[in-house]
């Protein structure tokens, strides 16, 4: 199914308030409440909207520090690179992961209370990660820009 318009309002709107009404959000993107809910409700089934989640503050949950580590394998195997990847979903620290092209095999983002911590989690998993040749990390000093919003 192709987005229309107003599809791509809902989805817009989701995105900066996921918990609003579905009142507020009909009358946010002009539409009469119960058509807002069919699109919605279909939206959801369709797979565009996945989820919705709570954005926590990671300041407040002490885990400020942001690392990006780049991680090459010994080898692009398909069981290595399955290997790698089923062990690096069970890190807790690990937001993301991306394969990517270029010279690193994977970027990883991880949060961390401290460097202390840091070196803690690099001990404790990331060098236990199979398949891992090299590893680089670097610290975020200051996040510019953040956002979970999707251009719609």
Known sequence: MALDAMDRRLLAALQRRGRISNADLAETVNLSASACHRRVQRLEAEGYIRDYVALLDARKLGVAATI????????????????????????????????TAGAADYILKVVAESTEDFARIHRQYLTRLPGVAKMQSSFALRTVFSTTALPV
Do not use: G, N, W
Request: charged residues 30%; proline residues 3%; contains cysteine.
């Open 68 to 99: 990006f580590v780049e991680i090459t394998l010994s080898t692009q195997a398909d069981e290595v690179l399955e290997a790698f990847e089923k062990a690096v979903t069970r890190i807790p620290d690990v937001l993301e992961c991306h394969l």
